[in-house]
């Protein structure tokens, strides 16, 4: 069975993802966000899938919005944390009647933007949602990162009864990645198809300024070092 992506992954998806820190992730963009000069005590989550970044900032006593094009991913995120809002809409064009402290977007949701001007307009709608001087904290993978994803191009493995394989390409013609992603749960298996662009510093500090955001910083994890050419994921500060 093939399924859209991140469809059929969200009854698996938390297993498989079992060993993901958000929790350091959150503690890490809080500290950023602390550091630009940004009290936080309201976060909207961009690609927020089945509410495992939106966890720690709510268990950190936040109000968080969680958003997402998946109606399978929210439905379990709705589950799993009560106090939260989650809505269903798309990066590019969602508006929502409120304004946020921080918007967020984490372990690449937005490398799921194949178009750059996609990439632009999710920030202008990220600017938008922010309070004036609000930060906008992400991670993207970058070139070197979607060429080299995996050793030997694959994650294999088993999580209780949940057995995982996904394969890795990288296309340098179209210079987009593709993980083929199948899962089998029982008797049950399917596979899900996914593309990712890679979004290098130069070409982010470019799309960010022009949706207006300033004072860019393209840093590491875990330490909030200056990315270099050879970062393979690097972690976005942006304020409004």
């Known amino acids: 069975m093939q399924g859209e992506p991140f469809s059929l992954l969200a009854e698996v998806y938390d297993a498989i993802m ?74 590019t064009t969602f508006a929502l009647d409120q304004r946020f402290d921080l918007v967020v977007s984490v372990f690449d949701s937005l490398n799921n933007l194949l178009d750059p001007d996609d990439f632009r307009r999710a920030a202008e709608r990220a600017r938008h949602h922010l309070n004036p001087g609000g930060c906008f904290i992400f991670d993207v993978n970058t070139t070197v990162g979607l060429r080299n994803l995996w050793e030997d191009d694959r994650a294999e493995g088993w999580v209780d009864d949940v057995y995982y394989l996904w394969e890795h390409s990288f296309d340098e013609r179209t210079g987009l990645a593709q993980v083929v992603a199948y899962c089998e749960k029982g008797a049950r298996g399917f596979t899900e198809v996914h593309l990712e662009r890679p979004y290098d510093a130069r070409e982010v500090r470019a799309l960010l300024a022009a949706a207006g955001l300033r004072d860019v910083q393209v840093l590491t994890y875990p330490y909030g070092r200056p990315a270099t050419d050879e970062t393979e994921r690097i972690w976005v500060v942006a304020r409004r």
């Open 18 to 91: 079992s060993d993901v820190e958000y929790d350091a992730w959150a503690d890490f963009i809080l500290d950023l966000a602390l550091e630009a000069g940004t009290g936080v005590q309201t976060v909207l989550d961009l690609g927020c899938g089945t509410g495992n970044s939106s966890e720690p900032f709510v268990e950190r006593g936040l109000t968080v919005t969680g958003l997402d094009l998946s109606a399978e991913m929210l439905a379990v995120a709705r589950h799993k944390l009560p106090t939260a809002t989650f809505v269903r809409e798309d990066f």
